[in-house]
């Protein structure tokens, strides 16, 4: 289907599918086991410019927006969603800087993200601070021109690989939602370490670690934002970023139906292949149709906050939800369409499988997404009388 | 330092088709490839760009549409592309494709080194690139691997069969290259910006100043007689039975056949 895109936008779109078939489908079975971070594939992504995607030509990137993230994402996850992380948590731990970063902090950080050089990652997430983000426990108390980090964030996505982090921490508990501060740092600053890799069901070749902070010592110049603004580069960020995890599902789907309407037109079985079997078209039919409906409310979104929309957050929630629902729904089925094989890691929609559950879970489980969307259809409503 | 590069645009792997009249390339509604070999050849002559210095021009000989595999370099970085076409080329061999490349280079003139894939995958002669150095009379150094330039000098590693061989070789030369010497780069969005608008000057027989019986057809002292694909071998035969056995028969058969 012809979404309009420009011929910027289509030339992108063939570099990341250059990519993921030259250098993510010869690694993805072997990196799902070894979980050995893609680093050569980092490397072809910097080659072809797309590492600055989404970051602006003056701080060395290629000036794209939200939709040519997306695609990029997308197109990297339909052969591989765990490689493709290494790419779009860049995005996200970037997020922050591109929004609300000075001049100084972007001249600082920007041109080595954009040029590959470094890879960037988001600490938000901590052991009792999940879908509660309040409840987070790292701080960051002043101290003259500094402020002291003190705490661990979980599961956060190139952690030990990025040398650039965006970081939320508690700067003044009384103040409650306006008591968290964001900061951007650095691998190898003097108290800040990494916990061990974890070992994970999916996304493999994505490495997820601990931060560790024990009195890391940050200038005041590193903050993001003015103090107290924590929570909000967050929502902020998450709300432009929700769009890539939408992508990165619609791509792992794209895959496994690829792989499923390609081994339906070769397995025969009763005769005949199983491809002329309506029980199993009715289900390629179904998959394809699903995959093409959140490609759109992906894509429609992207769009919007491209063209400026600020109340995009009802709509980044929804494309997020339906896209990763639709990702597990879609993979499940490939699964089926291959049967006994599809179970087997001689094929690869288990991995598929595996690899779309966190889509439902991370940047905001889906069913906060579905509380985001039922409070703001109740604010619109509220807003009309 | 300026290095030319001479590439070829082939048919994908996979889909060679002969004209069994005229026993050459089916190239319509082919899909057509840059040799893969001449990737490396690019992929080299950039690399020692980015450490030397200078330009990299990339020619080719070849219809028309062979402009767009020269916009797909300049999407890799290359600084310069010629596409060097003509009717009065059509039907060239080896020794005609080489005095036409080697006459483009004289009229690009200045050059340190001519870098060019080992052989194309379509015809396989690995004939050509030699084939320019000789017309240049410059020396030549074929499957290389390695190269390493140090003050007009360069040092090159040959992959040989069963070993590597390290020649030194004064410039300017010409290099033929294999495929383990790099991983030819990711095109670049930038390049492809840059590769839309470029505008690929085309060069003809009378612009590389070349004589109308050195070219073409006509200027080819060999012509293709026949292609076939042999027929397979068959299989071989395995003796059972005590050692004793087996080499009594081996010897019996041998004796058959008159081998010994």
New interface residues.
Partial sequence: MDYGFT??QK??QE?AR??AIEKELPIRAERDETGEFPWEVVK??A????T?IGIEEKYGG?GGGTLEYCITTEELSTVCGGIALAFAATGLGTMPIILFGTDEQKQKYLPDIAAGKKLAAFGLTEANAGSDAGGMQTTAKKDGDYFILNGTKQWITNGGEAGTYSVIAITDRKKGARGASAFILEKDMPGFTFGKKENKMGIRASATRELVFQDCKVHKSQMLGKEGMGFIVAMKTLDRTRPGIAAQAVGIAQGALNEALKYSRQREQFGAKISTFQAVQHMISDMATQVEAARCLVYATARAIDSGSTETSKMSAMCKLFASDTAMKVTTDAVQVFGGYGYMKEYPVEKMMRDAKITQIYEGTNQIQRNVIALELIKEMAAKK | MNIVVCIKQVPGTTQVKINPETNTLIREGVESIVNPFDENAIEAALQLRDKHGGKVTVITMGPPQAVNALKDTIALGVDEAILVSDRAFAGSDTWATSYTLASTIKKIGAFDLIICGKQAIDGDTAQVGPGVSEFLKIPQVTFAVGVEINNGVMKVNRLLEDTNEIVEVKLPALITVVKQMNTP??????G??KA?SAVIPQWGAKDINAEDNCIGQKGSPTSVVKIFTPPPKGGGEILHGSVDEMVDALVKKLRDRKVC
């Fill in positions: 011929e910027e030339m992108i570099l250059k990519i072809s992504l080659e072809a410019n797309l600055g290629i | 780069r990711m095109p670049s969005f930038k492809k910006i839309k």
